[in-house]
Antibody, heavy 113, light 112 residues
Framework: EVQLVESGGGLVQPGASLKLSCVAS????????MSWVRQTPGKTMEWIGD????????NYAPSLKNRFTISRDNAKSTLYLQMSNVRSEDTATYYC??????WGQGVMVTVSS | DVVMTQTPVSLSVAIGQPASISCKSS???????????LNWLLQRPGQSPKRLIY???KLDSGIPDRFSGSGSETDFTLKISRVEADDLGVYYC?????????FGSGTKLEIK
Protein backbone atom coordinates (compact mmCIF):
# COMPACT_ATOMS: atom_id res chain seq x y z
CA GLU A 1 0.00 0.00 0.00
CA VAL A 2 1.32 3.40 -0.98
CA GLN A 3 1.72 5.77 1.94
CA LEU A 4 2.88 9.36 2.06
CA VAL A 5 3.24 10.87 5.51
CA GLU A 6 4.00 14.57 5.90
CA SER A 7 5.40 16.16 9.01
CA GLY A 8 7.08 19.32 10.22
CA GLY A 9 4.19 21.74 10.17
CA GLY A 10 2.94 23.98 12.95
CA LEU A 11 2.76 27.59 14.02
CA VAL A 12 5.61 29.72 12.75
CA GLN A 13 6.32 33.44 12.92
CA PRO A 14 6.50 35.61 9.82
CA GLY A 15 10.01 35.70 8.39
CA ALA A 16 10.99 32.35 9.86
CA SER A 17 12.02 29.17 8.08
CA LEU A 18 10.42 25.75 8.17
CA LYS A 19 11.22 22.39 6.63
CA LEU A 20 8.49 19.91 5.81
CA SER A 21 9.15 16.22 5.26
CA CYS A 22 7.20 13.52 3.47
CA VAL A 23 8.13 9.91 4.08
CA ALA A 24 7.07 7.54 1.34
CA SER A 25 6.46 3.80 1.53
CA UNK A 26 4.83 1.07 -0.52
CA UNK A 27 6.57 1.93 -3.78
CA UNK A 28 10.05 2.51 -5.17
CA UNK A 29 10.44 6.16 -4.25
CA UNK A 30 13.48 6.70 -6.47
CA UNK A 31 11.44 5.82 -9.59
CA UNK A 32 9.04 8.74 -9.33
CA UNK A 33 8.86 12.47 -9.71
CA MET A 34 7.30 13.93 -6.57
CA SER A 35 5.39 17.14 -5.99
CA TRP A 36 4.23 19.52 -3.28
CA VAL A 37 0.78 21.11 -3.42
CA ARG A 38 -0.81 23.40 -0.87
CA GLN A 39 -4.41 24.21 -0.01
CA THR A 40 -5.32 27.49 1.62
CA PRO A 41 -7.92 27.77 4.37
CA GLY A 42 -10.30 28.98 1.66
CA LYS A 43 -9.69 25.67 -0.18
CA THR A 44 -7.72 27.14 -3.07
CA MET A 45 -5.26 24.58 -4.42
CA GLU A 46 -1.80 25.73 -5.47
CA TRP A 47 0.91 23.66 -7.10
CA ILE A 48 4.26 24.45 -5.47
CA GLY A 49 6.67 22.41 -7.56
CA ASP A 50 8.13 19.04 -8.29
CA UNK A 51 11.41 17.16 -8.33
CA UNK A 52 12.79 14.57 -10.69
CA UNK A 53 13.18 11.00 -9.44
CA UNK A 54 16.96 11.38 -9.01
CA UNK A 55 16.77 14.86 -7.54
CA UNK A 56 18.62 16.40 -10.46
CA UNK A 57 15.85 18.73 -11.65
CA UNK A 58 13.14 20.79 -10.07
CA ASN A 59 10.27 22.93 -11.26
CA TYR A 60 8.63 25.62 -9.17
CA ALA A 61 5.71 27.96 -9.27
CA PRO A 62 7.45 31.25 -10.14
CA SER A 63 5.77 33.07 -7.27
CA LEU A 64 7.40 30.68 -4.76
CA LYS A 65 10.70 29.87 -6.41
CA ASN A 66 12.77 32.38 -4.44
CA ARG A 67 11.58 31.20 -1.03
CA PHE A 68 10.78 27.48 -1.39
CA THR A 69 13.18 24.64 -2.15
CA ILE A 70 12.25 21.06 -2.90
CA SER A 71 14.74 18.27 -2.30
CA ARG A 72 14.72 14.55 -1.70
CA ASP A 73 16.74 11.79 -0.08
CA ASN A 74 16.08 8.59 -1.99
CA ALA A 75 17.99 6.50 0.57
CA LYS A 76 15.44 7.60 3.15
CA SER A 77 12.46 7.66 0.74
CA THR A 78 11.84 11.21 1.91
CA LEU A 79 10.75 14.35 0.14
CA TYR A 80 11.42 17.77 1.62
CA LEU A 81 10.09 21.29 1.30
CA GLN A 82 12.27 24.02 2.72
CA MET A 83 10.29 27.20 3.27
CA SER A 84 12.06 30.45 4.06
CA ASN A 85 10.93 33.96 4.95
CA VAL A 86 7.40 32.69 5.40
CA ARG A 87 4.45 35.04 5.14
CA SER A 88 0.87 34.94 6.38
CA GLU A 89 -0.26 33.93 2.90
CA ASP A 90 1.78 30.73 3.24
CA THR A 91 -0.74 29.54 5.81
CA ALA A 92 -2.10 26.35 4.27
CA THR A 93 -2.24 22.60 4.38
CA TYR A 94 0.74 21.18 2.51
CA TYR A 95 0.47 17.91 0.63
CA CYS A 96 3.09 15.76 -0.98
CA UNK A 97 1.87 13.81 -3.95
CA UNK A 98 3.04 11.24 -6.45
CA UNK A 99 1.65 11.96 -9.87
CA UNK A 100 -1.37 13.61 -8.23
CA UNK A 101 -2.65 10.06 -7.76
CA UNK A 102 -1.25 9.31 -4.34
CA TRP A 103 -1.49 12.05 -1.71
CA GLY A 104 -0.38 12.36 1.85
CA GLN A 105 -2.77 13.34 4.61
CA GLY A 106 -1.39 16.85 4.58
CA VAL A 107 0.35 18.95 7.20
CA MET A 108 -0.85 22.33 8.40
CA VAL A 109 1.37 25.37 8.46
CA THR A 110 0.15 28.50 10.19
CA VAL A 111 2.15 31.70 9.83
CA SER A 112 1.27 34.17 12.53
CA SER A 113 2.91 36.33 15.15
CA ASP B 1 0.10 31.04 -15.69
CA VAL B 2 -2.76 29.08 -17.23
CA VAL B 3 -6.03 30.09 -15.62
CA MET B 4 -8.51 27.27 -15.07
CA THR B 5 -12.09 28.52 -14.85
CA GLN B 6 -14.38 25.99 -13.27
CA THR B 7 -18.18 26.14 -13.20
CA PRO B 8 -20.48 25.93 -11.40
CA VAL B 9 -19.14 26.85 -7.99
CA SER B 10 -21.59 24.43 -6.45
CA LEU B 11 -24.36 22.11 -7.47
CA SER B 12 -26.96 20.13 -5.63
CA VAL B 13 -27.95 16.85 -7.23
CA ALA B 14 -30.40 14.15 -6.21
CA ILE B 15 -29.20 10.57 -5.95
CA GLY B 16 -29.45 8.85 -9.31
CA GLN B 17 -29.43 12.08 -11.28
CA PRO B 18 -26.62 13.23 -13.58
CA ALA B 19 -24.14 15.98 -12.85
CA SER B 20 -21.81 17.97 -15.05
CA ILE B 21 -18.86 20.24 -14.26
CA SER B 22 -17.08 22.47 -16.73
CA CYS B 23 -13.46 23.54 -16.76
CA LYS B 24 -12.08 26.04 -19.26
CA SER B 25 -8.41 26.87 -19.64
CA SER B 26 -6.96 30.21 -20.73
CA UNK B 27 -4.80 28.46 -23.32
CA UNK B 28 -4.70 25.16 -25.11
CA UNK B 29 -3.69 22.23 -22.92
CA UNK B 30 -2.34 20.19 -25.82
CA UNK B 31 1.30 19.54 -25.03
CA UNK B 32 4.28 19.19 -27.34
CA UNK B 33 3.77 15.43 -27.16
CA UNK B 34 0.27 15.85 -28.53
CA UNK B 35 -1.18 14.74 -25.20
CA UNK B 36 -3.58 16.84 -23.15
CA UNK B 37 -2.73 16.79 -19.47
CA LEU B 38 -6.07 17.57 -17.93
CA ASN B 39 -6.99 15.85 -14.68
CA TRP B 40 -10.03 15.75 -12.44
CA LEU B 41 -9.72 15.26 -8.71
CA LEU B 42 -12.25 14.77 -5.92
CA GLN B 43 -11.68 15.89 -2.35
CA ARG B 44 -14.22 14.35 -0.01
CA PRO B 45 -14.91 16.15 3.26
CA GLY B 46 -11.97 15.81 5.63
CA GLN B 47 -9.87 13.86 3.13
CA SER B 48 -6.97 14.47 0.80
CA PRO B 49 -7.66 14.90 -2.91
CA LYS B 50 -7.98 11.82 -5.07
CA ARG B 51 -7.44 11.74 -8.80
CA LEU B 52 -10.37 10.39 -10.79
CA ILE B 53 -9.44 11.11 -14.38
CA TYR B 54 -6.25 11.89 -16.27
CA UNK B 55 -5.46 12.77 -19.88
CA UNK B 56 -8.96 14.24 -20.22
CA UNK B 57 -10.88 10.99 -20.24
CA LYS B 58 -8.89 8.11 -18.73
CA LEU B 59 -10.30 6.74 -15.49
CA ASP B 60 -7.93 5.95 -12.67
CA SER B 61 -7.97 2.45 -11.24
CA GLY B 62 -11.03 1.75 -9.15
CA ILE B 63 -13.01 4.74 -10.39
CA PRO B 64 -16.51 3.69 -11.44
CA ASP B 65 -17.55 4.22 -15.03
CA ARG B 66 -20.32 6.51 -13.84
CA PHE B 67 -17.59 9.11 -14.14
CA SER B 68 -16.47 10.32 -17.54
CA GLY B 69 -14.32 13.10 -18.85
CA SER B 70 -14.37 14.78 -22.22
CA GLY B 71 -13.16 17.85 -24.04
CA SER B 72 -10.23 19.22 -25.96
CA GLU B 73 -7.95 22.22 -26.29
CA THR B 74 -9.44 24.62 -23.73
CA ASP B 75 -12.85 23.22 -22.91
CA PHE B 76 -13.36 20.20 -20.65
CA THR B 77 -16.22 18.49 -18.83
CA LEU B 78 -16.57 15.99 -16.03
CA LYS B 79 -19.83 14.07 -16.02
CA ILE B 80 -21.35 11.78 -13.45
CA SER B 81 -24.07 9.72 -15.05
CA ARG B 82 -25.85 8.81 -11.82
CA VAL B 83 -24.81 10.56 -8.64
CA GLU B 84 -24.33 8.47 -5.53
CA ALA B 85 -24.02 9.61 -1.93
CA ASP B 86 -20.30 8.85 -1.95
CA ASP B 87 -19.75 11.41 -4.72
CA LEU B 88 -20.18 14.42 -2.48
CA GLY B 89 -17.19 16.69 -2.07
CA VAL B 90 -15.24 19.25 -4.03
CA TYR B 91 -14.14 18.51 -7.58
CA TYR B 92 -11.07 20.22 -9.01
CA CYS B 93 -9.64 20.26 -12.50
CA UNK B 94 -5.87 20.37 -12.76
CA UNK B 95 -3.78 21.11 -15.84
CA UNK B 96 -0.39 19.44 -16.08
CA UNK B 97 0.66 20.68 -19.51
CA UNK B 98 2.17 24.07 -18.75
CA UNK B 99 4.37 25.04 -15.81
CA UNK B 100 3.32 25.98 -13.26
CA UNK B 101 0.54 23.43 -13.08
CA UNK B 102 -2.71 25.09 -12.06
CA PHE B 103 -6.00 24.08 -10.50
CA GLY B 104 -9.54 25.19 -11.02
CA SER B 105 -11.24 26.86 -8.07
CA GLY B 106 -13.36 23.81 -7.31
CA THR B 107 -16.98 22.74 -7.59
CA LYS B 108 -18.78 21.60 -4.47
CA LEU B 109 -21.19 18.76 -5.11
CA GLU B 110 -23.95 18.40 -2.57
CA ILE B 111 -26.56 15.70 -2.41
CA LYS B 112 -30.08 17.04 -2.64
Amino acid sequence: EVQLVESGGGLVQPGASLKLSCVASGFTFSDYWMSWVRQTPGKTMEWIGDIKYDGSYTNYAPSLKNRFTISRDNAKSTLYLQMSNVRSEDTATYYCTRDHVEWGQGVMVTVSS
Amino acid sequence: DVVMTQTPVSLSVAIGQPASISCKSSQSLVGTSGKTYLNWLLQRPGQSPKRLIYLVSKLDSGIPDRFSGSGSETDFTLKISRVEADDLGVYYCLQGTHFPFTFGSGTKLEIK
